[in-house]
């Protein structure tokens, strides 16, 4: 990998090590500085896991009329509820679509992965504290999607994640995918929270075996409500399904990138061009950390990567014909 490094230098700070001719900073001040490095990187991305194949796993649906059908399923590891999902009768067939308007439910046996269609009411307000609503009422809104199962059991919970915002839903006896409510919002300058979600699951969920401040204390987050309902479906010694995938490890990777930079400096002078100079160009040693994170989704083929790199770059003139000495040191990162 070639990268070409152009900085033009003014400030009083990036001058600290140059000296020309004893000059000050004040009477120099109007020299600009230009630094051209062409670093040689010697590492290389692994671009094979990031364009690798996403492969069909076994799964099935249920499609409109109520048939249940198995099939292999193109898994994405959706960080969004998807609106249509990819799959195949056999693992040479064609490569078809089912959607909303065609399929009630599908999953993934493996992966742990089952989203249901339903009709929900979606809180329609920002949690974003810049567009947070003056109202305590959720702005609800119909939908119909792909939900996410999370927990199933005589009492359910669903997911829906869009945008910036995780809304959560439940199902026991007659109800059907009821929002848990939570919401942000301004009142008398203050930012203040409607937390009727833990109402609604004390008068749902209510069992001998789960403690009052359970329900008090309990955070409308994914871990805290999943709990809950595991709890409340072995109180009442209902069948258990969890649908949360294996937890995988390595998120953060680390490397050393070691390499080697071509460097030159140069300084020109508008006002004198005899003090203008230019230096002799080099070959030095640059030394980097690559950090790579690696995103759970889409089967972690989605990554981000910094590398903070150290270098250095260290010359001297002495042109004795005009009397001048100068020296320049640069060090970056």
Not at 103 to 116: D, L, M, P, T
Not at 189 to 217: R, T, W
Not at 232 to 238: A, F, I, R, W
Not at 279 to 286: D, H, I, L
């Amino acid at each position: 990998m070639l990268l070409v490094l152009h900085d033009m230098l003014y400030s009083k700070k990036n001058y600290q090590y140059l000296n020309v001719n004893k000059f000050t900073f004040k009477k120099f001040k109007l020299c600009t500085v230009h630094a051209y490095c062409l670093l040689v990187l010697m590492s290389v991305i692994p671009l094979n896991n990031l364009y690798a194949q996403i492969d069909f796993e076994a799964g099935y649906f249920i499609d409109r009329n109520g048939a249940r059908v198995n099939c292999l399923i193109r898994n994405l590891e959706w960080k969004y509820n998807p609106p249509e999902f990819k799959y195949k009768a056999t693992s040479d067939g064609e490569t078809l679509t089912g959607t909303l308007e065609t399929i009630q439910e599908f999953g993934i046996f493996s992966a742990r992965i089952k989203y249901v269609k339903a009709s929900i009411k979606v809180d329609q307000s920002s949690g974003d504290m810049a567009y947070l609503s003056a109202s305590r009422t959720p702005d609800f809104k119909i939908e119909t999607i792909f939900l996410k199962v999370l927990v199933e059991g005589k009492a359910s919970l669903y997911e829906y994640s869009f945008g910036n915002e995780l809304r959560f839903y439940y199902s026991l006896d007659t109800k059907l995918f009821e929002p848990l409510i939570y919401k942000k919002f301004y009142s008398g300058g203050h930012v203040l929270e409607n937390d009727s979600y833990k109402q609604q699951l004390y008068n749902a969920l209510s069992c001998s075996g789960i403690s009052q401040g359970k329900f008090e204390n309990i955070q409308y987050r994914k871990k805290d409500l999943e709990n809950i309902f595991i709890q409340y479906n072995k109180c009442v010694q209902s069948s258990l399904l969890l649908y949360t995938p294996t937890k995988k490890k390595d998120w953060l990777h680390f490397s050393v990138r070691p390499g080697l930079s071509y460097q030159s400096f140069k300084v020109n002078n508008s006002v004198n061009v005899n003090k203008s100079t230019s230096f002799s160009s080099q070959v030095g040693f640059r030394l980097g950390l690559e950090m790579e994170f690696v995103l759970p989704y889409n089967k972690n083929k989605w990554r981000i990567l910094f590398e903070p790199t150290l270098r250095n770059y260290k010359a001297d003139d002495n042109e004795v014909n005009l009397n001048r000495v100068a020296e320049v040191k640069y060090n970056s990162i």
